[in-house]
C-alpha cells in the first residue's frame, strides 16, 4: 500500500501542528503546503522538506498527485477550499467548527456524496483517550445510557484576545457539543443558553448551555475565557457522565504535569499534541492516522461522523440565537 499523499492549506499554529505530525507518520508523504504567508509557507516546506509550497489554494488544489487535503484556515474560510477539493476528486479534513454556517456545513457533506469522497470533521476528542474511554464505557454498558452529562470547558483570559473572532459557541463549546451528541446517540431537540461579556463586548466570554436530546439525555455545557494567565493552567477541561448504571468523570486542572520555575508555574497538556524529537503523540496523531487509514483502505469512516458535525453546526447557531433572544429554541 503506498503512502497517502496530504497537502496542507492554512499553516498557522493549529495547521503546524497537524504539519508537525504528519511528518512523523510513515504511511503519509506531505507533498504540498499552502498558506496566504507566503514567507511562513515557504519556511515551514522546507524545514520538513515538503516539496510545493503555494499561497493560493486553488492552485494548489488543481494538482492531481493530492489525495486528503487537511484544511485548518480561519473558522469562516472552511466551505470553498473544502467543495473544490472534494470537487477535484479528493478526500478532505476540514478543521473544527466545520463551518460557522449551517448551510456550509450542509454544502460541504453535499459536495462530499457528490463526489463519492469522504470528509472528515477535526473533532479530535473522540481520539482522546478519557473521552474515548468514557464513550466505551457508555457502549459497553458498564456506565449504560447517559442520563444526565456535563461539560466544562475553561481557557485563558489571553487566548480570548484571539478567538474572540468567532462566537464562543464554535471555537470552546462546538468540542463539548461533538462529545455530547456522540455520547447521546440522538439529535438535540431544545437548547437554552446564557452567557455574559465580562472583558469584551464582542461575544460572550462566558457562555453556559442546556440541551436536551431526543433520546431524554439532559446536558449542561459550559464555556469560559476567564483563567487567569497567571495561574499557568491552559486547559481547565471537566466531564460527569451519568449513565444507567455507573458514573465517569474526570477533571484537567490539576491532574496534568505541574512545572515550577522563576516565571511562576505552568501546566501543559500532553494528550492532544506533543512533538517530541522526531515523533509526536496524542490526539491529533490519533486523528490523522484514522482518518489516512480511511483513505488509503477505502473504508469509508465509521468512528468520526460528518453528519454529528453537522448537527453541531445547527445546534451552535440555537445556542448563539437563545443566548441573543433569551428564548428557548426548539429544533
Not at 56 to 66: F, H, K, N, T, V
Not at 87 to 113: I, Q
Not at 210 to 234: C, K, Q, R, Y
Request: net charge negative.
Amino acid at each position: 500500500m503506498g503512502k497517502v499523499k496530504v497537502g496542507i492549506i492554512g499553516l498557522g499554529s493549529w495547521g503546524s501542528c497537524h504539519l508537525e505530525a504528519y511528518a512523523t507518520m510513515p504511511q503519509v508523504e506531505v507533498v504540498a503546503l499552502c498558506d496566504m504567508n507566503g514567507e511562513r509557507v515557504r519556511s515551514l516546506a522546507e524545514r520538513f522538506g515538503v516539496p510545493h509550497a503555494y499561497t493560493d489554494s486553488a492552485e494548489m488544489l488543481a494538482r492531481d498527485d493530492i489525495q486528503l487535503v487537511n484544511i485548518a484556515t480561519f473558522e469562516n474560510n472552511h466551505f470553498e477550499p473544502a467543495v473544490r477539493a472534494l470537487d477535484s476528486g479528493k478526500h478532505v479534513l476540514v478543521e473544527k467548527p466545520v463551518s460557522t454556517k449551517l448551510s456550509e456545513a450542509e454544502g460541504m457533506k453535499e459536495a462530499a456524496e457528490r463526489n463519492g469522497k469522504f470528509i472528515f470533521p477535526g473533532h479530535l476528542l473522540r481520539f482522546e483517550p478519557r473521552y474515548a474511554e468514557i464513550y466505551q464505557a457508555i457502549q459497553s454498558e458498564r456506565i449504560g445510557t447517559p442520563h444526565s452529562m456535563f461539560f466544562k470547558r475553561g481557557r485563558t483570559k489571553a487566548m480570548f484576545t484571539t478567538y474572540k473572532r468567532i462566537h464562543t459557541v464554535f471555537e470552546l463549546t462546538v468540542h463539548d457539543l461533538d462529545i455530547a451528541i456522540w455520547y447521546a446517540g440522538s439529535r438535540v431537540t431544545k437548547v437554552k443558553s446564557y452567557g455574559k461579556k465580562v472583558n469584551d463586548t464582542t461575544v460572550p466570554d462566558i457562555l453556559w448551555t442546556s440541551l436536551e436530546f431526543a433520546n431524554g439525555v439532559i446536558a449542561t455545557l459550559h464555556s469560559n475565557w476567564m483563567t487567569p494567565d497567571e495561574a499557568g493552567i491552559v486547559m481547565n477541561d471537566a466531564v460527569e457522565i451519568i449513565g444507567t448504571y455507573g458514573t465517569a468523570q474526570f477533571e484537567n486542572s490539576g491532574s496534568n504535569l505541574q512545572l515550577w520555575d522563576a516565571t511562576g508555574r505552568k501546566s501543559p497538556d500532553y494528550f492532544i499534541h506533543q512533538a517530541f524529537q522526531a515523533s509526536s503523540t496524542g490526539a491529533l496523531r490519533d486523528q490523522l492516522s484514522y482518518i489516512c487509514n480511511c483513505v488509503a483502505s477505502g473504508n469509508a469512516p465509521t468512528y468520526t461522523s460528518f453528519a454529528d458535525a453537522v448537527h453541531g453546526i445547527e445546534v451552535a447557531e440555537a445556542i448563539v440565537k437563545s443566548f441573543e433572544s433569551g428564548q428557548e429554541i426548539l429544533l
